[in-house]
């Protein structure tokens, strides 16, 4: 089988104020996870049975952040903090966040409004559960939704950040492990690693990895 072609079903986050929210804001680990949504259409062959087998035809109510705009507040002003001490090139101890600081910022960003009662993650250990309910008409299928779950893992090695799909659950079946195999093998993280708009974050970081269930952002010392 040829390899599919992926597209993502709507706009996501770009960058925030000029940086990469992509990588700061943790969207490196899961605003990718929004092209789930297609990976069991495309790379199943768009057959019409397959899609009514892995999708379904209303949406699935999807936790939202029940933090206070204080408690945003507070998780926003780290992110913010972090990043201009790394743009800067100021010393700065790792960032990390915790789950719950993540669907913070998936509730009340307005850079995430479209992920909101979309989009929840979940971070035991060393892996990233994203629960997602997306509709699939921007692929040609009105009225239907990916509703699952995909459980992922993060490394940096050798400067590159690789995040690969450990695990996928949709319409509450598993993912057939003809398809599992090839996701596991892609690393999500490629185009990130060659877009010059993004690499300088990445260069900038000493490690980027999910651990005792955080995400932890770790910048290199300066000499």
Known sequence: MSQPQY???MAMPQKSKGFPWLLFGCGCLFAIVALVVVLSITAYV??????ETYSEPAPKDIPVSTATPEEFQAVDARIKTFVAAVKQGTPVGPLVLTGDDINAVIANDPEWAPMKGRLHVTIEGDKMTAETSIPLDAIGFSGRYFNGAVTLSSRMENGKLHIHIESAEMNGKAAPEQVMGAWRAQNL??????NPDIRPALEAMESIEVKDSTVIFTPKKKL
């Open 46 to 51: 768009l057959v019409k049975d397959v899609v």
């Open 7 to 9: 597209s993502a079903p």
């Open 189 to 194: 993280a490629d185009e990130m690693n060659n």
